[in-house]
């Protein structure tokens, strides 16, 4: 009986009772790797920055256009400092079609509005703007560090980081206190705090003279001093508030990494490490994608429905003589993002059988979208097919699961773009608690077996 029943039934394991002992020692170290990755790039422009220092190190050089691309060569792009493309080169023709992850490494927080500085009540503030779809009571009453870039009236480029060292300050927004919150705890959550009220504290000495906006004029001077900027100079900048503290481990047992931006900093990393340790000369071109500006629909110049992504994959093409719209035509693609890890404080809004379970693995999803598979890219079950035979073949623990139940909401990934390029796709990625909180967290075990998916995934 118990033979019909492990072979017939497709029985739910956890984890550890599935991978070996290597493999869970593996995850421990890959994730230190991993928590650095994650303090250095707190921003899209720092991840970019950190991967490039990756694949730098791993022989990746810059791609130059007109450059000839033989079997073994390793090139990257950058797109405007906040995203980048990798390939190494296979020794199937181009035209054979590529592997290729995608992944993003924009995560939700707080941005600043053009003109963000002011003052009110013998106190300085700035403006902000929310990016990407957070709850907001969630981003007040904790440290927020600053990271940007400005540009001075000549051109000339500063780069701000405030908070990320431990003797810097660190910004917060304000609550009001619960002696007081009679009114404001009976609101709806999503009214408890409006876009325009998450206003950051930024100082409160006066300048020292007695003229007008003196609050405000004592932060422009400290800014002033420290990075020579006017208030200006906020109109050509790109400054966000990001949450402060470095990543950590969860858990008595530590089984957990907690940290800002996994979602999608965790497959980012994993699909990136993957690429860079690829073989000397894969059998098919390999293409690791960090897209930006996925958490607001990958619109824009950097975000993955911009034809930057089809021109370096065209110059690839070029460089190899190959012809792209053949080249896209046998091409695959991981979408590789993160998922809803089943919580069992909030049983209501998940179908348990249907959804990834914390240390069960990498999650495949055939589908994302919302109400109906709307605005879905549905992969093929060929494709899925495909996947699941290198990955048992690789010993990568998989799951499958949905984002959370029918009709409670839903979300997207970059998965569809690269299917609208006639590229097969599917989604794939992490199980995530807390998603789009200031604190999300993951297995170590998971954070792992993205990796390792990425690294099966490149010899289809
Ligand atoms: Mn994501
Ligand atoms: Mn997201």
């Given at each position: 009986m118990e033979d019909v029943r492990k072979a017939l039934l497709n029985e739910k394991k956890n984890g550890f009772d599935i991978v070996s002992k290597e493999d869970a020692i593996a995850a421990e170290s890959f994730c230190d790797g991993y928590k650095t990755f994650l303090d250095r790039a707190k921003t899209e422009r720092e991840a970019a920055d950190a991967a490039v220092s990756i694949l730098t190190a791993a022989g990746f050089t810059p791609y130059k256009r007109g450059m000839k691309l033989e079997p073994g060569a390793k090139v990257f792009s950058v797109n405007r400092g906040r995203a980048v493309a990798a390939a190494v080169i296979g020794s199937e023709p181009v035209e054979a079609g590529a592997n290729i992850t995608a992944a993003h490494i924009d995560a939700p927080r707080i941005d600043l509005k053009p003109v963000p500085l002011y003052e009110d009540s013998e106190m300085a503030f700035f403006k902000t703007h929310y990016y990407g779809g957070i709850k907001k009571y969630q981003w007040v009453t904790i440290p927020l560090e600053l990271h940007g870039v400005m540009f001075k009236a000549d051109g000339e480029r500063?780069?701000?980081?405030?908070?990320?060292?431990?003797?810097?300050?660190?910004?917060?927004?304000?609550?009001?206190l619960p002696h007081l919150a009679r009114e404001q705890t009976?609101?709806?959550?999503?009214?408890?705090f409006t876009g325009e009220s998450l206003n950051v504290l930024a100082g409160g000495s006066p300048y020292a003279d007695d003229g007008s906006d003196r609050y405000k004029l004592a932060v422009m001077s400290l800014l002033n001093e420290q990075y020579g900027v006017t208030e200006k100079d906020f109109l050509t900048s790109e400054l966000s508030f990001v949450p402060g503290g470095r990543a950590r481990d969860v858990g008595f047992d530590r089984c957990f990494v907690g940290a800002y931006g996994q979602d999608d900093r965790v497959c980012s990393y994993g699909a990136l490490i993957a690429l860079a340790q690829s073989a000397q000369i894969p059998q098919h071109t390999s293409i690791c994608i960090l897209a930006d500006k996925e958490e607001i629909g990958s619109e824009g110049v950097s975000g993955m429905q911009s034809a930057w992504y089809d021109t370096f994959m065209q110059d690839i093409c070029s460089g190899a003589g190959a012809e792209y719209r053949i080249f896209c035509e046998n091409s695959r693609c991981l979408s590789a993002d993160v998922g809803a890890a089943y919580d069992p404080?909030?049983?209501?809004?998940y179908d348990k059988r249907n959804s990834p379970a914390v240390n069960g693995g990498v999650q495949l999803m055939k589908y994302t979208g919302s109400a109906g598979k709307a605005a879905a890219s549905d992969a093929g079950a060929e494709l899925v097919s495909k996947i699941r035979t290198v990955f048992e073949r690789d010993g990568v623990l998989w799951q499958v699961g949905e984002l959370g139940k029918v009709d409670y909401g839903g979300g997207g990934t970059v998965a569809k773009y690269l299917a609208n390029r006639n590229i097969d796709t599917v989604d794939i990625g992490v199980p995530v608690l807390s998603m789009h909180s200031p604190f999300e967290v993951t297995a170590k075990l998971d954070v792992y077996m993205m990796y390792r998916a990425a690294k099966s995934f490149y010899t289809l």
């Open positions: 500063v780069d701000v980081c405030v908070g990320a060292d431990e003797d810097d300050p660190v910004f917060v927004i304000t609550d009001l009976q609101k709806p959550a999503a009214t408890i404080n909030f049983p209501e809004a």
